[in-house]
């Protein structure tokens, strides 16, 4: 797993997302030396299943579906 900072994300972006599609690798984003986000690969097909699934849970919240009110 690879750390970089907030600024060198920001001067490499492109570089840094294709390094992940190229190796896989995670990477950690610090800001003042804390990890603040993680960057993951996923491909088309997993990307599709985890909106599907988020749309579905953001109905669901919608409807009421699924909450527990005390």
């Known amino acids: 797993m690879k750390v970089i900072t907030v600024s060198?994300?920001?001067q490499r972006a492109t570089q840094i997302i294709t390094e992940i599609?190229?190796?896989r690798e995670e990477v950690v984003?610090?800001?003042n030396g804390k990890a603040?986000?993680?960057i993951q690969?996923?491909?088309e097909d997993e990307f599709s299943l985890t909106r599907k699934k988020m749309e579905k849970e953001?109905?669901?919240d919608?409807?009421?579906k699924g909450?527990?009110?005390l």
Do not use: D, M, P
Request: charged share 40%; aromatic share 12%; net charge positive.
């Open 21 to 23: 599609e190229s190796t």
């Open 58 to 60: 953001k109905e669901s």
């Open 62 to 64: 919608k409807s009421g």
């Open 8 to 10: 060198e994300l920001k």
């Open 36 to 38: 603040v986000a993680w």
């Open 67 to 69: 909450k527990r009110h």
């Open 41 to 43: 690969y996923f491909n």
């Open 29 to 31: 984003i610090t800001k």
